[in-house]
Every structure is written in structure tokens, then in C-alpha cells.
């Protein structure tokens, strides 16, 4: 494959990113915030993001398994779960956390941990693309290209 | 009379979130600001040159005054443990020396009357999370007026003065209520 079919493939599958809801605007934000100065920003940052969620996802795991559920702390855990889908651009994971959210309020046990399945589920998707598409990346610039600019109007 | 165009603005962002705090030095490093960050208020007070008297809480030390930190524009997340940002707000309009530093608060809950209070309390902007370019580029105004300010000595700012904006479209990232 030469660096202009990798290219292609690098926007037809970021652009799927998008139609099919894993990333939204935000994720734009984050490529316009990387330049020479700060090559590896995105993966930077979005490392940051799998770090952080696999240990919220830990604690949830943890405190919706007492005997009695501290909701208080289950929510702080998902807010800040919610806080950085949303900072990176996982809409998914995101909008998972504002369901999630909502149980906490009605204190039920069942409903809680069906949404900590739903959001593990998000976040696992998410995290497959994203490691797709810096794995598409690393192959580009290996092959001397550059990557695309993303608009957001296709 | 110009100012030095060199000299840069100092901003000191406060946020828990490591991933808010590496977004908000990029962003505000794009628009040419140095900046320090710091995890959490208390953090921000401390560098601020604020010291903890244990009969008052935070108190900034009116003889010895913290001379190297130059702190033009603090921006603080809003949710924070121990101390919020409000709280931070408040601490710093009531210092004598640091109540003219504008403050510009980020949250990511939308909510009108914590936004009302933090912008009665004296907060210039109030940024919905995330935080875009867009409301970065908000933020140079507020730092201009301060530094033209401060080099023509013109009456202090009264901190609880509601600033009259002529009616600007909404953003859905930052307003001003008018009660």
C-alpha cells in the first residue's frame, strides 16, 4: 500500500469514527491542538484516557460490589468518568456515563451495574478504533506521509 | 500608550483532572500564554503566596508578599475535593493583593445558578466543559483591561460591578446571566 492509500483508509475509517457516534467534535479539537512542537499530543492525551478508565472502571467494579453501596462514591467515580469521555471526545462512553449517572440518583443496585456493562462495553469498543487508528497513523508516518487534516464537514 | 507586545501573560489553570489540565495548557499555550498548572485550590493558594493561618484559613501575608509569582489570569474547574473553585474564587477576592487577578471558571455541568454565583462572586467567564479555542479566545480582553489598568493606576475594579455586555449571541460554552 503506498502513503496515499494509507491516507484514504486513515480518513474513510476516522470518518466511520464518527458517523458511527464512537467520536465527536471534540476528538477534532484535540488533532488541531497537535502540531510539530507536540507530535504526540492526541496519543498522549487519549493514553491518559485508557489509564484513567480502566482504573474508574476497577473502582466502580469495587464499590458496587459492598454489601452497602456507598452511591455518593459511585457517582463522583462515574462524573469523572463522564468528564474525561468527554474531554477526549468519546461520545459513547460518555453518553453511557450520563445514563449510568441517573441510576446512581434512583440508588438501584441492578440498574448500576447493567450501565457499568454498558460502559465497560463502550469503552473496550472505543479503545479497539482509537488503537486502530494510531496503529494506521504510526504506519503513515513510517512511510515518510503525513497525517490528514480531519473537517468535520463530509 | 502601547504596552510591551513581548511581555507574555502568566496564567495559572487549577483542575483535578490530569487530562483537563494537559487540555488546558495546550490550549491556552496555542494562544501564547505561559502557564502553570496545578491539581487542585489549595495548590493554587499556596503558589498563589497564600499562607494557612490556622485561626482564619487562608490568609495572604500582607508585609511579605510572594514578589516572584506574577499571575495575571487564574482559570479553575469548577468540582474539586476539599476545596472548589469557588471557594477559591472567594479566597481570592478576598485578598487585597490578589482581588484584581481576573478568575475564569470551567465546569461541565450546565448549572444556571452556579453559574449566577459564580459570576455574582466576581468570575469573569463561566467555560462549559470542554473547554474550546473559542472561549480561550475570550480570554485576552479581560487580560488587557487588567494590564492597561494597572499601568494607567485608574480606580480599582469594584469586584461586585456586573459587567453590561451588549447582547452577544449565545454560546452554548460561556454566558453572562443578568439576573
Same mark, same amino acid.
Given at each position: ?59 466502580? *467494579? #469495587?464499590?458496587? /460490589? @459492598? ?10 467515580? &462515574?462524573? !469523572? ?20 449517572? *441517573? #441510576?446512581?440518583? /434512583? @440508588? ?10 454498558? &460502559?465497560? !462495553? ?33 | ?179
Amino acid at each position: 500500500m503506498d502513503v496515499g492509500q494509507m491516507q484514504r483508509q486513515w480518513l474513510d475509517y476516522t470518518r466511520s469514527l464518527f458517523i458511527e457516534g464512537f467520536l465527536d467534535n471534540q476528538f477534532l479539537q484535540l488533532q488541531q491542538l497537535q502540531d510539530e512542537n507536540n507530535p504526540e499530543f492526541v496519543v498522549e492525551v487519549v493514553s491518559l484516557f485508557f489509564d484513567d478508565s480502566e482504573r474508574l472502571l476497577k473502582d466502580l *467494579n #469495587f464499590a458496587l /460490589d @459492598q454489601q452497602g453501596v456507598d452511591f455518593k462514591k459511585v457517582d463522583a467515580h &462515574v462524573h !469523572q468518568l463522564k468528564g474525561s469521555s468527554s474531554s477526549i471526545g468519546a461520545q459513547r462512553v460518555k453518553n453511557a456515563c450520563i445514563a449510568f449517572r *441517573n #441510576f446512581c440518583e /434512583d @440508588q438501584n443496585v441492578e440498574a448500576c451495574l447493567r450501565c457499568l456493562q454498558q &460502559v465497560k !462495553q463502550e469503552y473496550c469498543l472505543v479503545k479497539n478504533k482509537l488503537e486502530t487508528l494510531f496503529r494506521l497513523e504510526q504506519q503513515i508516518v513510517a512511510a515518510g506521509g503525513s497525517i490528514p487534516m480531519m473537517e468535520l464537514g463530509f | 500608550m502601547g504596552m510591551s507586545a513581548a511581555a507574555q501573560f502568566h496564567v495559572l489553570a487549577v483542575d483535578d483532572s490530569l487530562i483537563d489540565r494537559m487540555l488546558i495548557e495546550r490550549l491556552l499555550k496555542t494562544s501564547s500564554f505561559h502557564v502553570t498548572t496545578v491539581d487542585s485550590a489549595i495548590k493554587a493558594l499556596q503558589y498563589l503566596g497564600m499562607v494557612e493561618d490556622k485561626l482564619k484559613g487562608y490568609e495572604t501575608p500582607e508585609i511579605h508578599q510572594n514578589a516572584e509569582v506574577n499571575v495575571n489570569l487564574i482559570i479553575t474547574d469548577y468540582c474539586m475535593p476539599e476545596m472548589t473553585g469557588h471557594d477559591l474564587l472567594r479566597k481570592i477576592k478576598e485578598s487585597n493583593s490578589l482581588k484584581d487577578i481576573p478568575v475564569v471558571i470551567m465546569s461541565s455541568e450546565n448549572v444556571p445558578s452556579r453559574i449566577n454565583r459564580c459570576l455574582e462572586d466576581g468570575a469573569e467567564e463561566f467555560f462549559l466543559k470542554p473547554v474550546q479555542q473559542s472561549d480561550v479566545n475570550k480570554l485576552k480582553p479581560h487580560l488587557l483591561k487588567s494590564r492597561s489598568k494597572e499601568e494607567e493606576e485608574t480606580q480599582p475594579i469594584n469586584n461586585n460591578k456586573r459587567k453590561q455586555e451588549s447582547s452577544a449571541p449565545f454560546n452554548k460554552n460561556s454566558y453572562k446571566i443578568k439576573i
